[in-house]
């Protein structure tokens, strides 16, 4: 996923080489500039044991604990704090697996990445103590020169490499002019506007709608990717083979359809970084810190209003009988549609209707085989580039469909690490992650791998033999919103005491949006609380509907 927020690793590599490209090529250009604007505006902060349930341990339920005890501390009123977790680990989409089972080799297979400017992350990280890794020490050199390649299934648009030589430059300036320092300006200035979001006067925010509209944001929610890059002057080669491709391998969608944020997101690249050992250690030392009693395993089944305006949770603990508890406040951290809790009454500012999230199939597997050169039409001797990331090719536009991965067939395909498999100690192997909509076939992974013969035709990666496939792992997310041009979101407050974190996702779906909002629920119930020990209405908030 992309970010100002985060990228993925091979994309943010690609993105920063083409930066530096430009610079350089940009000495011997003169070039003009235009500068951000601003405008404030907006809502002030601040505010007994309050009892407080959230529903979900992924970032946004996470750092929504970790403030919300922050908070408790600073000011003194004491909060009890549940968290109701229906899987059996702490990170939600952000996760990891050990190639092997080897905890030595942890893979990310959700979130994987995150920026400098990702205030909340990186604070927290440093703050738990934990290792941060860039993501050059998080990619290490796998195969030939940690080559990247926008491939469009056909031939590779573009392939960069780490030197950076004269004849790269030129090649790039000939082929893009100033398009990527127009758009490094253009996120930077979008940069500008979103870190208003932390602090006063928009910090915290009761409706996301309004808080895109005060920062300046809705121009660029509400226009295609595509046609906010045209208003930009940044070039259609240029949309298409850069930005398309990183808006493909981040959120799965090309540019017709997602809107321009999502777009300039993804292009926010800074000092791409990573957690040693997977990024959920930062949701579990938030968790930790926060003091919070954490029930994994325990999926949450309703939430009733009592008439009294406490809300009575029931929940489900894995193979027992269902347990009822009463809250004063109640934070749903993760996305509605998915949760199947039943809310009654019906909370009269409920979301209008789901918004449509991608289907992302990821697989990791090993194995002692590079990639193809055949597959990607080079010569027997050639090195493919070790991270493939996609475009459409010229001249195919498929508009705002969903479906739009086109021939490729895949978003991406990276080469994350080498490995000793235990089965064979002495021999290195890579470690692969694929992107794409469907489940890949065995025929695919065969031909990726230029392993001749294919099996049958539904047979799929684990029927291949264990001498080229040594570890594999499977797994499909809901992994974020179709990022369709919109001008509303969810709101933040569904009805008294109700809280939801999600609304952000439309907006951008990213571990830091989602931990952003946890924190800006966080201070919004301490609000909440003082406003009403000193005498002002409780709901006097947010939703839009
Ligand atoms: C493959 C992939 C790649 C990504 N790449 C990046 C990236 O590089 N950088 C980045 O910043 N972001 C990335 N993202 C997006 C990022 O992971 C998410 O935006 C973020 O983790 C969402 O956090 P959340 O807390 O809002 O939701 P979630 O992480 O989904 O947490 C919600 C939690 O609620 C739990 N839950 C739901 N219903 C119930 C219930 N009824 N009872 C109890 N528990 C319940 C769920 O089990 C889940 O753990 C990626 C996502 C995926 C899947
Ligand atoms: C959760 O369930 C899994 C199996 O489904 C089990 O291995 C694990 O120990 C459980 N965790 C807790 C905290 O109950
Ligand atoms: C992160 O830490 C820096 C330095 O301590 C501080 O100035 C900044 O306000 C913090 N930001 C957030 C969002 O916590
Ligand atoms: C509010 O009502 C619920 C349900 O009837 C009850 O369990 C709870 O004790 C009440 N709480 C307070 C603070 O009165
Ligand atoms: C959770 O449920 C699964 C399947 O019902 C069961 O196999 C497992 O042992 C349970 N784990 C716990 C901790 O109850
Ligand atoms: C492959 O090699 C042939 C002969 O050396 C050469 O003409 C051709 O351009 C090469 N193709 C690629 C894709 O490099
Ligand atoms: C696989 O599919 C192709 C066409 O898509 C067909 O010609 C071939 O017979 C199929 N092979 C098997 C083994 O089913």
Not at 159 to 182: C, S
Not at 270 to 292: P, R
Request: with cysteine.
């Amino acid at each position: 996923m992309c970010s100002f927020l985060s990228s993925s690793p091979l994309w943010a590599r690609t993105w920063i080489q083409l930066v530096q490209y430009t610079l350089v090529a940009l000495l011997l250009v003169p070039l003009a500039t235009s500068s951000g604007d601003q405008q404030p505006l907006g809502t002030v902060t601040d505010a007994t044991t309050k009892r407080i349930a959230i529903i979900g341990a992924g970032a946004a339920g996470s750092a929504n604990a970790y403030n919300l005890r922050r908070l408790s501390e600073s000011s003194q009123l004491p909060v009890d704090i549940t968290v109701f977790e229906r899987e059996s680990y702490i990170g939600g989409r952000s996760t990891t697996v050990n190639a092997f089972g080897n905890p030595e080799y942890p893979v990310e297979v959700g979130g994987s990445i995150f920026v400098d400017v990702n205030y909340i992350l990186v604070n927290a990280s440093k703050e738990l103590g934990l290792n941060v890794q860039s993501m050059g020490a998080a990619h290490p050199r796998a195969v030939s020169e940690d080559k990247v390649g926008i491939w469009d299934g056909e031939e590779f648009v573009f392939i960069m490499n780490d030197d950076l030589n004269w004849w790269t430059i030129a090649k790039m300036v000939w082929k893009y002019g100033l398009a990527p320092i127009r758009t490094r300006n253009l996120v930077q200035r979008t940069i500008d506007k979103f870190l208003k979001f932390y602090e006063d006067p928009i910090f915290p925010f009761e409706s996301l709608t309004q808080a895109v509209t005060e920062v300046g944001l809705l121009d660029t929610t509400l226009s295609p990717g595509s046609a906010y890059l045209e208003r930009n002057r940044i070039s259609p080669d240029f949309s298409r083979e850069m930005i398309q491709s990183s808006t493909r391998v981040n959120y799965g969608q090309n540019l017709a359809l997602i809107h321009g944020l999502g777009a300039a997101a993804c292009m926010s690249t800074g000092n791409a970084m990573s957690v040693k050992g997977g990024n959920w250690l930062i949701f579990d030392g938030m968790l930790k810190a926060s003091g919070a009693d954490v029930r994994l395993n325990q999926t949450v089944t309703s939430i009733e209003r009592n008439p009294n305006g406490t809300l009575t949770v029931t929940s489900v603990p894995n193979g027992s009988d269902k347990e009822i508890a009463v809250f004063d406040e109640v934070v749903i951290a993760g996305p509605l549609q998915y949760s199947d809790i039943s809310i009654s009454p019906l909370p009269k500012h409920t979301p209008k209707e789901p918004t449509p999230f991608v289907t992302l199939h990821v697989t990791l597997f090993s194995s002692p085989h590079k990639l193809s050169p055949k597959f990607f039409g080079f010569n027997d001797t050639d090195k493919v580039p070790n991270s493939i990331i996609t475009t459409l090719p010229k001249g195919l536009d498929l508009g705002t469909r969903p479906d739009g991965v086109g021939p490729t067939n895949f978003w991406s395909i990276s080469t994350l690490a080498k490995v000793n498999p235990p089965s064979v100690r002495n021999e290195e192997h890579f470690v692969y992650k694929i992107f794409s909509p469907e489940q890949p076939t065995a025929e695919f992974i065969s031909e990726i791998l230029g392993l001749g013969d294919s099996t049958d035709n539904d047979s799929t990666i684990g029927d291949l033999p264990q001498n080229d496939i040594s570890w594999f792992y499977e797994k499909v997310w809901h992994p974020y919103p179709y990022l369709y041009p919109r001008s509303r979101f969810d709101p933040i407050l569904l009805a008294p005491g109700l809280w939801y974190t999600g609304g952000v996702e439309a907006f951008v779906s990213t571990m830091e949006t989602s931990a952003l909002m946890g924190k800006n629920i966080a201070a919004l119930i301490f609000k909440s609380w003082e406003e009403t020990s000193t005498g002002f209405a409780e709901d006097s908030n947010a939703g839009e509907f």
